[in-house]
Every structure is written in C-alpha cells, then in structure tokens.
C-alpha cells in the first residue's frame, strides 16, 4: 500500500481559464431565436457576473430547421459588433449556407435537406416560391434574400477559438493532429474517430455538432448541442476558473425536420 502511494502518477490538473474571465459557450441554435433570447437573459442576469468579464461563444450552427434563422443571425452579429468579447464559430451549415451560395450543387443538394428550406422562409421566401425551384433556383434565392453582410458574416467566422486550457469548436478535431494544423472540413463536420476517442487532446475540446438529450461530459471534451431545433433546450457551458456549469431553456419543442 505505501509502494503504490508512493509511486501514484499525480492527478491531471483541472483544465481552466483565467481567474478574471467567465466563458459561456452556447451551443448549436439552429434558427432557434426563442431558445437564444431566454439563454442570454439567463447569462445577463447570471449572479456569478457579478461585474466580471464575460465572453460568450457560439460554437456555431446558428441557421437551418428551426424558424428563424434570420433573426439569430442579426442578433448575433449585432452582439458581435457590440462587443469583443462575443465570438462566433463556423459551423457545418453555414458552410452549407455560403458555399450553396456560390453555386456548389453538393451543398446546394445538402442545403435543401438539412433545413435550408426554413432558413430561405425566414428571409422572405415564401412557401410556394421555394417549392418551385430546382437547386439552381435555390442558388438564385439565396442571392435574392439573403443579405450580402449575412453571407459575408457566416463565410469569415473562424473555425476554433483558445482560451486557457480551452479549445471551442464546432464539431470536434482530428485526434493526434496539432490545433494548427487541423482541416477546417473535421473542424465543422468531424464526428468519428473525434467521438470515439478517450485520450487527450492537445486542449480540453468543447463542441457541439453531435446532438445529445443531455451535455456529452467526457474527459477530454464536452458537447453542448442538445437539439434546441427540436428539444426547445439550448444549452450553454459556463466556465469558471476550474469549474463548469451549464445554463439550459426549457421551451417548447419544435417541428423541424431532423436532417443529419
């Protein structure tokens, strides 16, 4: 007993952030407007601010399925001019979003099953218009509705964020492969060998993505996407020091399509 204890590897060393700082990771809102003013007002009015800094991030997704994706992406990027202390991540659809706008018919194809239809009726198209168009008419809609600042916006996001022992992404990394080098197609759509995976990383990763009734706590990563498209819960990691705690919605669900 003594030779064991004293040989015992110590104990990893919590990951943390800056002592200053508080950090509230939202994950995937998905055209949920409802579920995001709910969630800010619960960080606003959250008691461990206390005149702190705060740093919100959005790991991205904020468009497709839910029904008003115009509406979360105008309120983040107001909150974004507002203060630098707002980040935003590119996720896997708004990839979908800007590259469907230049013209890819892979992503158009994507686009149209993975809820663009409801992102194109949130910018005015309407029902009827929609369902005429082919993918080339979708193309043609994108450029007719929705705003060139919006379009701009969604292709700059980048694709990680670092803060202390911290990685925020949207869909996870490649295993094994430095934060520098990572591709931004694993970045916004890696699932396995990222999931799988119970060794650590080169950072603690938070991620979205990946949706689950309840936050994935692992012991290298953390995914917050719970399906707010559908659930009605949005839910948000908040980060202090070495600890962690989440803020959640309880809205009503939705009746979105479930694309992958």
């Not at 001019?81 to 890819?104: I, R």
């Not at 005015?124 to 450029?143: C, F, H, N, P, T």
């Not at 600890?243 to 809205?251: D, N, V």
């Given at each position: ?113 993975a809820g663009g239809r409801e992102t194109l009726l ?139």
């Open positions: 007993m003594v030779f064991s204890k004293l040989f015992r590897r110590p104990a990893t060393p919590a990951p943390r952030i800056p002592d200053d700082l508080l950090v509230y990771a939202i994950g995937d809102v998905h055209g949920r407007l409802d579920c995001l003013d709910d969630l800010l007002v619960q960080i606003d009015t959250d008691p461990a601010r206390d005149g702190r800094r705060a740093m919100l991030v959005f790991l991205g997704d904020l468009i497709d399925r839910g029904p008003d994706s115009r509406g979360v992406v105008d309120r983040v990027m107001a909150m974004r001019a507002a203060s630098d202390d707002v980040h935003c991540l590119c996720g896997n659809h708004e990839e979908l979003l800007f590259t469907a706008a230049e013209g890819s018919r892979q992503a158009l194809g994507v686009f149209a099953r949130s910018y005015g198209v309407s029902e009827d218009a929609y369902e005429r168009e082919d993918l080339k008419g979708v193309q043609r809609l994108i450029a007719e509705h929705v705003p060139v600042e919006h379009l701009h916006f969604l292709r700059n996001l980048p694709d990680h964020l670092i803060v202390g022992d911290y990685a925020f992404v949207h869909a996870g990394i490649r295993p094994g492969v430095p934060l520098d080098a990572q591709k931004s197609s694993d970045l916004r759509w890696i699932r396995s060998p990222f999931l799988d995976h119970s060794g650590p990383h080169e950072r603690f990763v938070i991620h979205g993505h990946t949706v689950t009734g309840d936050p994935d706590i692992r012991t290298n990563r953390i995914g917050i996407d719970t399906g707010a498209y559908r659930s009605g819960r949005l839910t948000a990691l908040v980060l202090d020091g070495d600890t962690r705690r989440f803020l959640s919605t309880s809205l009503a669900a939705g009746t979105y399509a479930a694309a992958a």
